[in-house]
């Protein structure tokens, strides 16, 4: 039981702490533009990047809460999400350095070696991470136990079957992300054209607060589509790296296991 809250509490914790970093990211990165784009006046030349990246000087919310900085923290909270996932997939492929098993094109492997290759594998994973140690201690593990190099085969494509599935529901989160942020924009886009409307309804309207309103509508969206866009392209870089620890672990295990291995006739 221990050892389960041992693997939670670092599983989440790592996720808890680059989420932290990323909400602080985020705090630092609004300060930063709100000092940069501080002058109020349009003719500056920071004027417009202001409002269309803050919406800095926004008529219709209390500033810094704004359409533009909840995308940003959005967009800095899936990409702590992917930082946790791309430290995962780099921690796993450093698995193939370990050299589990025999690499050379000469050594067979006999059912007495698998004793001591389990032994050295089976404290280097756990329920969440250890895609090749865990495949090699399940392969030896059948072996032993139905002395069938067939089997080990079923088991290892089945094993690799619930590790991709597993790979993919890590990225739910990160998917949801890329979702929030065009809904926001949307949202602020709704929220720009209701605000001139409302403008226009009262009769001879201010056309320079009439523009800055209607202005809202659309830079909430240019600037959601565009986090939206990088978030989908970083996801995709990440989870393809974790996608490829999964074959080459399942390869890996493939050479230099399971092909490696002689069954005596007499002994099954």
């Known amino acids: 039981m221990e050892g389960r809250l041992e693997r939670y509490r670092r ?3 790592a996720r808890a ?3 932290g970093v990323a ?4 705090v630092g990165t609004v300060l930063l533009l709100s000092l940069v784009f501080s002058n109020p006046s349009p003719a ?3 004027y417009r990047i202001g409002v269309l990246l803050l919406d800095r000087w926004t008529t219709l919310f209390p500033y810094p809460i704004t359409i533009q900085n909840i995308e940003h923290l959005v967009f800095f909270l899936g990409l702590g999400e992917l930082a946790a996932r791309w430290v995962a997939a780099r921690r796993e492929l450093a698995f193939a350095a370990e050299h589990f098993l025999p690499e050379d094109p000469h050594t067979v492997l006999e059912a007495a070696d698998l004793g001591p290759i389990r032994r050295r594998v089976m404290d280097r994973f756990d329920a969440e991470d250890g895609f090749m140690p865990s495949l090699i201690d399940l392969c030896v593990l059948q072996f032993q136990a139905s002395r069938s190099v067939d089997q080990m085969v079923s ?3 089945s094993s690799l079957e619930l590790i991709a599935h597993r790979v ?3 990225y739910q989160l990160s998917r949801y992300y890329s979702w929030l942020i065009p809904t926001i924009g949307f949202i602020g886009t709704v929220a720009g054209i209701a605000a001139t409307l409302t403008i226009v309804a009262k009769g001879n309207p201010d056309m320079a607060a009439l523009a800055s309103t209607l202005a809202v509508a659309f830079d909430t969206t240019i600037v959601a589509l565009f986090e939206s866009a990088v978030l989908v392209l970083i996801m995709n870089v990440v989870q393809g790296r974790e996608e490829r620890a999964v074959n080459l672990a399942g390869s890996y295990v493939l050479r230099n296991l399971i092909n490696r291995l002689h069954v005596d006739p007499s002994a099954t």
């Not at 909400?23 to 985020?26: C, D, E, F, T």
């Open 11 to 13: 599983f989440y914790g």
């Open 44 to 46: 500056s030349a920071t």
């Open 155 to 157: 088991v290892l494509n």
């Open 168 to 170: 993919d529901l890590r």
């Open 23 to 26: 909400v602080l990211a985020w």
């Open 17 to 19: 702490t680059f989420a």
